[in-house]
């Protein structure tokens, strides 16, 4: 019984007698909300949304391209929930359109894209062609949509004179529903057409929700709430339901429940400890979620652990504004790999022109997207102040490759790959040889004005080792001995070396070498080999480093 994986369309799904989670209690939570005209709920790609408002669409609508939806409902918990909902089942006009497919590299070819996509959506209502509510002039700009060559005023206006055609038809208020409306803008963002892909969304959204008498709800997904670029602006009754609102909490995402159901008729319960530990840990409002995604093809896959999720994309939002990250933010990525806390600012009304790397709108964008999650929300005045960390492991696994990219952007693949190298092996000559040609022509990537030496130091080198997690176990201010080492090195296979690293900031570059025996020194004295030893591991590196600047010195003990 293994999970759909692919299929958004609810009705299709239903007419294969594919297997899914039941989410049919989102339509309950809809009609509950009644007073909220236009509703924004923001979620991670590839959490259910647009099979979701597929469901919602099939719910409303009496037919969904020539597919009699009457009976597809009987089986689900919204018909449990009873005839106060079920009453709407079929009974509305429905304006459905998804541009989770409209992201291309220009804006000509995206201009032609939503141009195909209104042609499509038009397509879906062509009784109107025929109808004796609409004039002559009202079917000729139909038309012109249709066939794909309305102009740039009329493309706009799309949604909004579809709406009033349908209404004037049916004398039914039609409903609207978006699905990945940022979608566009996002590929405008990262393709340098931003401020012509926001011209073009705010007419096709603004004219269509803006003051409209013609609708009677509309709904909308995505994975950001771009407020700041007034896609919205003047709409008086809008309610965006982001991952710290508690309302849909369990609608978008699989619960635990339902997981163990899931795992129970596959066979596969007795994985469920480390399935969580891989995929589940979003909070969602006071829900915690699993990845939809990525439990339906571990179950497909027979309970093989891989990041599934992580691989259905190339990241690249999330790569490109990590990687413009200042220096404060590369540093707290040391919490990040230790599995540790951020404390942050949450601006729930980011904008794509905010993403330059600095501040918390890293963190924002990092937690909307599914990449952290909040373990812990609290206003602080009109922001809110979020405990931010990865979920789980699947996730945990991106910011190593990130930050592993970070080093081998400025070092050098080669030089990269060697200097690691002669850690692991205890050739401290070639790696402080290595690690002091990069400071000496690469540390100004890592701006370090205005932090604390120690904590930048610890941070940068944690950063450079992280890739030495597939072969080693790496830690970070624990107890061993008789105090708290900075950094833990230790092999997975025990017959290798294990290594302890000590920082220093020196105070005058003549006391360099001086502050590298004394880290050496409190090695020593404080017996941080003993959680290596305990180990049984027989071969230990120790390590003094000390900093003044851009300059480094070592003082090793093997």
Same mark, same amino acid.
């Given at each position: 019984?293994?999970?759909?994986?692919?299929?958004?369309?609810?009705?299709?799904?239903?007419?294969?007698?594919?297997?899914?989670?039941?989410?049919?209690?989102?339509?309950?939570?809809?009609?509950?909300?009644?007073?909220?005209?236009?509703?924004?709920?923001?979620?991670?790609?590839?959490?259910?949304?647009?099979?979701?408002?597929?469901?919602?669409?099939?719910?409303?609508?009496?037919?969904?391209?020539?597919?009699?939806?009457?009976?597809?409902?009987?089986?689900?918990?919204?018909?449990?929930?009873?005839?106060?909902?079920?009453?709407?089942?079929?009974?509305?006009?429905?304006?459905?359109?998804?541009?989770?497919?409209?992201?291309?590299?220009?804006?000509?070819?995206?201009?032609?894209?939503?141009?195909?996509?209104?042609?499509?959506?038009?397509?879906?209502?062509?009784?109107?062609?025929?109808?004796?509510?609409?004039?002559?002039?009202?079917?000729?700009?139909?038309?012109?949509?249709?066939?794909?060559?309305?102009?740039?005023?009329?493309?706009?206006?799309?949604?909004?004179?579809?709406?009033?055609?349908?209404?004037?038809?049916?004398?039914?208020?039609?409903?609207?529903?978006?699905?990945?409306?940022? &979608?566009? +803008?996002?590929?405008?963002?990262?393709?340098?057409?931003?401020?012509?892909? @926001? #011209?073009?969304?705010?007419? =096709?959204? /603004?004219?269509?929700?803006?003051?409209?008498?013609?609708?009677?709800?509309?709904?909308?997904?995505?994975?950001?709430?771009?407020?700041?670029?007034?896609?919205?602006?003047?709409?008086?009754?809008?309610?965006?339901?982001?991952?710290?609102?508690?309302?849909?909490?369990?609608?978008?995402?699989?619960?635990?429940?339902?997981?163990?159901?899931?795992?129970?008729?596959?066979?596969?319960?007795?994985?469920?400890?480390?399935?969580?530990?891989?995929?589940?840990?979003?909070?969602?409002?006071?829900?915690?979620?699993?990845?939809?995604?990525?439990?339906?093809?571990?179950?497909?896959?027979?309970?093989?652990?891989?990041?599934?999720?992580?691989?259905?994309?190339?990241? &690249?939002? +999330?790569?490109?504004?990590?990687?413009?990250?200042?220096?404060?933010?590369? @540093? #707290?990525?040391?919490?990040? =790999?230790? /599995?540790?806390?951020?404390?942050?600012?949450?601006?729930?009304?980011?904008?794509?022109?905010?993403?330059?790397?600095?501040?918390?709108?890293?963190?924002?964008?990092?937690?909307?997207?599914?990449?952290?999650?909040?373990?812990?929300?609290?206003?602080?005045?009109?922001?809110?102040?979020?405990?931010?960390?990865?979920?789980?492991?699947?996730?945990?696994?991106?910011?190593?490759?990130?930050?592993?990219?970070?080093?081998?952007?400025?070092?050098?693949?080669?030089?990269?790959?060697?200097?690691?190298?002669?850690?692991?092996?205890?050739?401290?000559?070639?790696?402080?040889?290595?690690?002091?040609?990069?400071?000496?022509?690469?540390?100004?990537?890592?701006?370090?004005?205005?932090?604390?030496?120690?904590?930048?130091?610890?941070?940068?080198?944690?950063?450079?080792?992280?890739?030495?997690?597939?072969?080693?176990?790496?830690q970070s201010n624990k107890e061993s001995g008789r105090g708290r080492y900075d950094v833990l090195i230790?092999?997975?296979?025990?017959?290798?070396?294990?290594?302890?690293?000590?920082?220093?900031?020196?105070?005058?570059?003549?006391?360099?070498?001086?502050?590298?025996?004394?880290?050496?020194?409190?090695?020593?004295?404080?017996?941080?080999?003993?959680?290596?030893?305990?180990?049984?591991?027989?071969?230990?590196?120790?390590?003094?480093?000390?900093?003044?600047?851009?300059?480094?010195?070592?003082?090793?003990?093997?």
């Amino acid at each position: 019984m293994s999970l759909i994986i692919g299929q958004d369309n609810f009705g299709e799904a239903v007419r294969q007698q594919l297997n899914f989670i039941d989410k049919s209690l989102f339509i309950k939570e809809i009609f509950d909300n009644k007073d909220i005209a236009v509703s924004v709920i923001v979620r991670p790609r590839r959490f259910g949304k647009t099979f979701n408002m597929s469901m919602l669409h099939h719910f409303l609508a009496a037919e969904v391209n020539g597919l009699k939806t009457k009976d597809m409902f009987e089986d689900l918990k919204i018909a449990q929930a009873g005839e106060r909902y079920m009453k709407h089942q079929g009974q509305y006009p429905v304006v459905f359109i998804s541009f989770k497919n409209v992201k291309h590299s220009n804006y000509a070819s995206t201009y032609d894209s939503m141009a195909k996509l209104m042609s499509q959506t038009y397509s879906e209502h062509l009784e109107l062609l025929s109808s004796q509510k609409l004039n002559h002039h009202q079917k000729e700009i139909f038309l012109s949509v249709v066939e794909e060559r309305a102009t740039q005023v009329s493309l706009q206006s799309s949604l909004f004179d579809l709406t009033h055609a349908l209404y004037l038809h049916y004398g039914v208020k039609p409903w609207i529903l978006i699905d990945e409306y940022d &979608t566009p +803008i996002q590929a405008g963002y990262l393709d340098n057409y931003y401020k012509e892909i @926001i #011209e073009l969304m705010r007419g =096709l959204l /603004g004219s269509v929700l803006k003051g409209n008498a013609n609708i009677h709800r509309a709904v909308i997904t995505g994975i950001l709430r771009i407020a700041k670029e007034n896609l919205f602006s003047g709409l008086n009754n809008v309610q965006v339901f982001s991952v710290l609102n508690t309302e849909y909490s369990e609608q978008f995402g699989f619960t635990e429940p339902e997981v163990d159901e899931a795992l129970q008729k596959n066979n596969l319960h007795h994985l469920s400890t480390n399935i969580k530990a891989w995929y589940n840990g979003y909070h969602i409002g006071n829900a915690q979620m699993y990845n939809p995604w990525s439990i339906a093809n571990c179950i497909y896959k027979k309970g093989t652990l891989q990041p599934y999720w992580l691989n259905t994309s190339d990241n &690249t939002l +999330i790569k490109q504004t990590m990687a413009h990250a200042d220096a404060l933010l590369k @540093i #707290e990525c040391e919490k990040i =790999l230790e /599995g540790k806390p951020v404390e942050a600012l949450v601006d729930e009304n980011i904008t794509f022109a905010d993403l330059n790397g600095s501040g918390d709108k890293l963190w924002t964008l990092l937690l909307f997207s599914g990449y952290l999650t909040s373990t812990r929300t609290e206003l602080a005045g009109f922001e809110k102040k979020c405990m931010l960390q990865p979920p789980n492991k699947e996730i945990g696994l991106l910011y190593s490759h990130v930050i592993s990219a970070w080093f081998k952007e400025s070092l050098g693949q080669q030089n990269y790959h060697y200097l690691l190298k002669s850690l692991i092996t205890g050739d401290v000559e070639e790696f402080l040889e290595i690690l002091q040609k990069f400071f000496s022509e690469s540390l100004s990537y890592f701006d370090v004005k205005g932090t604390a030496p120690e904590k930048f130091y610890h941070g940068f080198v944690m950063g450079l080792i992280v890739s030495l997690s597939g072969t080693h176990h790496i830690q970070s201010n624990k107890e061993s001995g008789r105090g708290r080492y900075d950094v833990l090195i230790i092999p997975k296979d025990l017959t290798q070396l294990g290594i302890i690293i000590e920082f220093k900031v020196a105070k005058k570059n003549i006391d360099l070498q001086a502050a590298a025996d004394e880290a050496l020194e409190q090695i020593n004295q404080r017996g941080y080999a003993t959680e290596l030893a305990q180990k049984h591991i027989k071969k230990i590196l120790k390590m003094g480093l000390a900093f003044y600047g851009k300059e480094v010195a070592l003082a090793s003990q093997s």
